[in-house]
Every structure is written in structure tokens, then in C-alpha cells.
């Protein structure tokens, strides 16, 4: 690990050291304690009631005041649904009313995932931090921001004040070369990643795209990795900003933003290589992200249950991919169930308009609400005693889905659909 400097001279910083040196408006580097004042800072209606709890306990008299910078917040009531039960509509309620009372930007419940909605709705800007209480905040990084999950206790801290402290992490540079071949995506990228530096390979480390590769990478494939560092153990996933970036904000939002990019001759904990040619299609068996194999060397394991949904598989460009191996196989098979959960409702638009979803419908998928769906086990379709699950999600952990007794495999919307498909873990490479 980098120490602290207290140097007077500065030196060549890393991207997550510039973003942060911003933040906190004084120049920092890994090892030092930033206190920062995010640019945005988003709560799920998981997190929100008990960092309400710690805010109130923070005042003299026990009341609950008004934020600091309520303009900077946001409430996504995303992971509890009218399935969740009335607890969970108790504390959804709860979380609601206290963003109405103080004018917080509200995503309401069937409007979608909350990091899809801070990014496709311009409330994440280059060259910012923004935080979520919840760790796939990561997600951001995607958008040359640093973007990390905190706590439900760091979410009061900022209620409180309008700002956090961080411990500046070290950074391991990925450089990437080549081009994902037809039949690769960045998911089977980011398993790839796991598989060689394990769960936590890169503990408080913010891990920094780089390389000719990157420009071969379009958005969903960036949030898909920024996503999933935080599975490898990072702090952030950071990306550069560039033409594709720019495209990509220019039809969401029109507000000013300053991109951040690092200095050519920052120092780097460690740099590791990626050739996005070599790239085969993977899967993660349960009951670890980092328990990954390539497809083809899995066996041919029964799948009972296809999802294609959560803040990593749950966009436009994953439902493609996956509806064009339906469409080559004939639909689902018997015996299989196929859950489709857009991970917003201007997604849901997308596939209805383009025809998309009503061929899903037509080859046996079934859809279930925007949101978090069935990924966490609080709201969405629980998969039953025994059965494998076949999921386009980030984590597989025992129980994650909502029955420790099931099983959950993670793989590409490519290799889900070939699943959904054939009844069991197909190389989606056989027959292309």
C-alpha cells in the first residue's frame, strides 16, 4: 500500500487521487484521509430507514432535522416491492415521506434501479464523487466519476453535514487491449477479472481502465465493469472520460461538467493486462463470484431458473443479446423459467417500443417490474428449494436470491439465454 505523503511538492497522481484531490479541495494522495463533499449522494429504501435512525440519534433533543443539501440527494425506493411484505412497505413509507417533507429527489418504486437512474438520468457527471448507500455505487466510476457504496451510518454523516471522509485508495491500473470477440461480453470480462484476482484481490483499491481496449467498450459495457470491481474488493472502478463518454451524456443531460483524467506518470499499486481477443465466454459457480470457469468446461449442470435483470444485465444491449439466441433456439425451454426485470422503466419503454418485449412474451419469458427484482430476495420471484439459477447478476452468495437453498450460477445475457434455451449451461460459442 501507498502511505500518506506530506510532501510539500506535489507528484503525478492517479485518477481516483484527482477526483478526490477535488472533493476534498486540497490536493491527496492514497493513504491520506479526504474529507469530501459529494456531488451526489443516493440511499435505497434499504439503507435509508436505519441512516435516518443514526441521524436523529445525532441530535441533542432526538428530533429528525432537515438535510444538509438536500439537492444533492436522492432516495431510490427500488429493492422492496408490494411483495416484500408490510414491514418493508412500513420502511419504504417511511424513507418517502422524509423525502417529500425536504424536497429529496425521489425514485419512485417500478421507476428502476437506482444507480441505472443516477446515470441515465444525468445525476452522475465526470469529473464528480458520488456515493450510494449501497455498495454497487461503483457503477458511476463508469462515467469518469468516482463512485463507491458507503454505509448506512456514512449516508447520516452526510445528512448531517453535506460530507463524508475517505481513505484515498491505491490504484491498480487494467489495461486493455484488442476488441471483445461476437461472442464475448463484458460480463464474461469482469468474471474473467474476478477469476484471476480473486474476491479480494483489490481490497480499498480503486481499479483504473486504461489501454487502446477501452475504446472498444461501449457504456453499458463500462457500468457492466465498474459494477463488478466492487466484487473483486475495490473501493471504486474508474474508466476515462472520452467521445464515448461525451455521446453518451449529450442525450441524457445538458448540465457543465469537468472530466478528471490521471497524469501519464502516476504511480500504479500494480498493472495488469487484458487481452478483450482472448476472451471466452464464463461462469461463476455458486457459492462465489471468484468460483468462475470457462463455460465450456462447467458440465452440462440443469438450469431451472434464467434471470436477465439487476444493475449488471438488466439494460437494452443485454436483451438483444439474449433475445437473439431465443429467437435461433425457439424460445424457452420446457421446465424453465425465464424472468425478465428491466433495470428502469425507460428500459421497459425501450423493449416495448422496439417490439422486443413482446417477442420475450411470445418465447415464453415472463416480465416482473423495474427495479431490483429478484436479485437481493426482498422483492421479485424467489427460486424454490434446490433449483439452479442462471443469472446475468453480480453476486451468488449463498441465500442472495432470498432461499439459501438454492443455487446461483452468473454468466453473460448470452450464455443465460442459451440456458434458457437448452435447459442447462451451454457454451453459447456451439452452434454460432
Same mark, same amino acid.
Given at each position: 500500500?501507498?502511505?500518506?505523503?506530506?510532501?510539500?511538492?506535489?507528484?503525478?497522481?492517479?485518477?481516483?487521487?484527482?477526483?478526490?484531490?477535488?472533493?476534498?479541495?486540497?490536493?491527496?494522495?492514497?493513504?491520506?484521509?479526504?474529507?469530501?463533499?459529494?456531488?451526489?449522494?443516493?440511499?435505497?429504501?434499504?439503507?435509508i430507514p436505519m441512516a435516518l435512525d443514526y441521524f436523529r440519534d445525532m441530535q441533542p433533543d432526538g428530533t429528525l432535522p432537515a438535510p444538509a443539501q438536500a439537492e444533492r440527494l436522492v432516495f431510490a425506493l427500488d429493492h422492496y416491492g408490494p411483495v416484500s411484505g408490510e414491514r418493508a412497505m412500513a420502511l419504504q413509507q417511511r424513507a418517502r415521506d422524509y423525502a417529500q417533507a425536504h424536497g429529496i429527489c425521489t425514485f419512485e418504486v417500478g421507476e428502476g434501479i437506482g444507480h441505472q437512474l443516477m446515470l441515465e438520468r444525468g445525476r452522475v457527471l465526470p469529473g464528480q464523487l458520488a456515493v450510494g448507500a449501497d455498495s454497487h455505487a461503483v457503477s458511476y466510476g463508469a462515467l469518469n466519476a468516482f463512485g463507491s457504496g458507503i454505509g448506512s451510518s456514512d449516508f447520516a454523516g452526510i445528512l448531517q453535514c453535506g460530507q463524508l471522509w475517505l481513505k484515498v485508495p491505491g490504484s491498480v491500473r487494467i489495461v486493455l487491449t484488442g476488441k471483445l470477440p461476437p461472442y464475448a461480453s463484458a460480463k464474461?470480462? /469482469? @468474471?474473467? $477479472?474476478?477469476? #484471476?484476482?480473486?474476491?479480494?484481490?483489490?481490497?480499498?483499491?480503486?481499479?483504473?481502465? &486504461? =489501454?487502446?481496449?477501452?475504446? /472498444? @467498450?461501449? $457504456?453499458?459495457? #463500462?457500468?457492466?465493469?465498474?459494477?463488478?470491481?466492487?466484487?473483486?474488493?475495490?473501493? &471504486? =472502478?474508474?474508466?476515462?472520460?472520452?467521445?464515448?463518454?461525451?455521446?453518451?451524456?449529450?442525450?441524457?443531460?445538458?448540465?457543465?461538467?469537468?472530466?478528471?483524467? &490521471?497524469?501519464?506518470?502516476?504511480?500504479?499499486?500494480q498493472t495488469l493486462t487484458f487481452d478483450l481477443d482472448a476472451i471466452a465466454p464464463q461462469v461463476a459457480l455458486p457459492h462465489r463470484v471468484d468460483n468462475v470457469v470457462d463455460i465450456d468446461a462447467a458440465g452440462h449442470t440443469a438450469i431451472d431458473m434464467v434471470y436477465l435483470g439487476t444493475c449488471t444485465g438488466g439494460r437494452t444491449k443485454d436483451y438483444r443479446e439474449a433475445l437473439d439466441v431465443l429467437r435461433q433456439g425457439g424460445g424457452v425451454a420446457p421446465g424453465v423459467r425465464l424472468i425478465v426485470t428491466p433495470a428502469s422503466a425507460a428500459i421497459q419503454a425501450e423493449l416495448e417500443d422496439s417490439g422486443m418485449l413482446a417477442e420475450f412474451y411470445a418465447l415464453g419469458a415472463e416480465l416482473q417490474p423495474p427495479g431490483c427484482g429478484s436479485c437481493c430476495g426482498t422483492c421479485g420471484s424467489v427460486p424454490a428449494d434446490g433449483e439452479r439459477v442462471l443469472s446475468t447478476a453480480n453476486r451468488n452468495f449463498k441465500g442472495r436470491m432470498g432461499n439459501r437453498q438454492a443455487q446461483i450460477f452468473l454468466a453473460s445475457p448470452r450464455a443465460c439465454a442459451t440456458a434458457a434455451v437448452t435447459g442447462r449451461l451451454t457454451d453459447p460459442r456451439v452452434g454460432r
Open positions: 500500500m501507498i502511505h500518506a505523503s506530506t510532501a510539500a511538492t506535489t507528484r503525478a497522481q492517479t485518477l481516483a487521487e484527482t477526483l478526490l484531490s477535488r472533493a476534498a479541495g486540497r490536493t491527496v494522495y492514497a493513504g491520506d484521509l479526504a474529507i469530501c463533499a459529494p456531488d451526489a449522494a443516493m440511499g435505497t429504501d434499504g439503507s464474461d470480462l /469482469a @468474471l474473467t $477479472m474476478a477469476r #484471476r484476482l480473486g474476491a479480494g484481490g483489490a481490497n480499498y483499491l480503486a481499479l483504473e481502465f &486504461a =489501454g487502446p481496449g477501452v475504446a /472498444a @467498450l461501449d $457504456m453499458d459495457d #463500462r457500468i457492466v465493469l465498474a459494477n463488478m470491481s466492487v466484487e473483486m474488493g475495490a473501493k &471504486a =472502478g474508474l474508466f476515462p472520460y472520452d467521445t464515448c463518454t461525451g455521446a453518451w451524456l449529450a442525450t441524457r443531460t445538458d448540465a457543465p461538467f469537468d472530466p478528471a483524467e &490521471a497524469d501519464a506518470d502516476a504511480v500504479y499499486v
